[in-house]
C-alpha cells in the first residue's frame, strides 16, 4: 500500500497569512494526488484533484503542485472560513489512501 | 446538485451485522465509481471500499476484506455496504461518496453527510 505522510500535523496561522502543506507518497504517484478540506462535524470536500486541478467552485487562494512523491497545498491568503483539517490522498492504486491530516488553526 | 444520502448506521454488538445505504441522485450514477470511507471519533479518514460504475469490480482495504461488501443498484441510483462479523474498532463516521471518475482510483468529488456506526456491548 502507498503510505501518504502529510507535514505539518497542525499550523498556527493568521488572516491573510500564506499557508503551506505538504505531502509527500512513499512511492511514485505521478499526478495521482487530491486535496480535502474538512471542518469539525462535517464531511469533506475537495479542493484540489490531479494534483493542480481547482475543483468546480474553489476558490483561486487555494493552488496545488507536485508530482512523483513530493506535492504541496497552498493557501495564498488565509481567510476565516478556511480554518479546517486538510488531508492530501492519493488515487494512483487501491488502496485508496490518506495522509494524517493537518489543522490549521487560529493563532 | 450531487446528493448522497446514507442511512442503515447504528449501534450494534460486536459479531453483528448493519447494512449501509446510500441514495444518490443529481448525475448519472451508472457512470462513476463509488467509495465508503470511514472516520473514527476523532481520526483522520480511512477509504473502506470500492466499486467501478458498472459494479464489475469492487476493491477493499485490507481491514475489511471477508467481513464487508460493497454492491451498487445502478436502476435504482444506490450504493451498499453490507458490514459483517462487526469489531469495535469498526466504530466510524461512514460517508459514501462519489468519484470523479468511472473507475475507482481516482479523486472523490462529492461526498454525503455521514452516517455512524457504534459497535459496543
Known amino acids: 500500500d502507498i503510505q501518504m505522510t502529510q507535514s505539518p500535523s497542525s499550523v498556527s496561522a493568521s488572516v491573510g497569512d500564506r499557508v503551506t502543506i505538504t505531502c509527500r507518497a512513499s512511492?511514485?504517484?505521478?499526478?495521482?494526488l487530491a486535496w480535502y478540506q474538512q471542518k469539525p462535524g462535517k464531511a469533506p470536500k475537495l479542493l484540489i484533484y490531479a494534483a493542480s486541478s481547482l475543483h468546480t467552485g474553489v476558490p483561486s487562494r487555494f493552488s496545488g503542485s507536485g508530482s512523483g512523491t513530493d506535492f504541496t497545498l497552498t493557501i495564498s491568503s488565509l481567510q476565516p472560513e478556511d480554518f479546517a483539517t486538510y488531508y492530501c490522498?492519493?488515487?494512483?492504486?487501491?488502496?485508496?489512501?490518506f495522509g494524517g491530516g493537518t489543522k490549521v488553526e487560529i493563532k | 446538485e450531487v446528493q448522497l444520502l446514507e442511512s442503515g448506521g447504528g449501534l450494534v454488538q460486536p459479531g453483528g451485522s448493519l447494512r449501509l445505504s446510500c441514495a444518490a441522485s443529481g448525475f448519472t450514477f451508472s457512470s462513476y465509481a463509488m467509495s465508503w470511507v470511514r472516520q473514527a471519533p476523532g481520526k483522520g479518514l480511512e477509504w473502506v471500499s470500492g466499486?467501478?460504475?458498472?459494479?464489475?469490480?469492487?476493491y477493499y482495504a485490507d481491514s475489511v476484506k471477508g467481513r464487508f461488501t460493497i454492491s451498487r443498484d445502478n436502476s435504482r441510483n444506490t450504493l451498499y455496504l453490507q458490514m459483517n462479523s462487526l469489531r469495535a474498532e469498526d466504530t466510524a463516521v461512514y460517508y459514501c461518496?462519489?468519484?470523479?471518475?468511472?473507475?475507482?482510483?481516482?479523486?472523490?468529488?462529492?461526498w454525503g453527510q455521514g452516517t455512524l456506526v457504534t459497535v459496543t456491548s
Open positions: 461518496a462519489k468519484g470523479g471518475l468511472a473507475i475507482v482510483t481516482a479523486a472523490i468529488d462529492y
Open positions: 512511492q511514485g504517484i505521478s499526478s495521482w
Open positions: 490522498q492519493q488515487a494512483n492504486s487501491s488502496p485508496l489512501t
Open positions: 466499486i467501478i460504475a458498472s459494479g464489475g469490480r469492487t
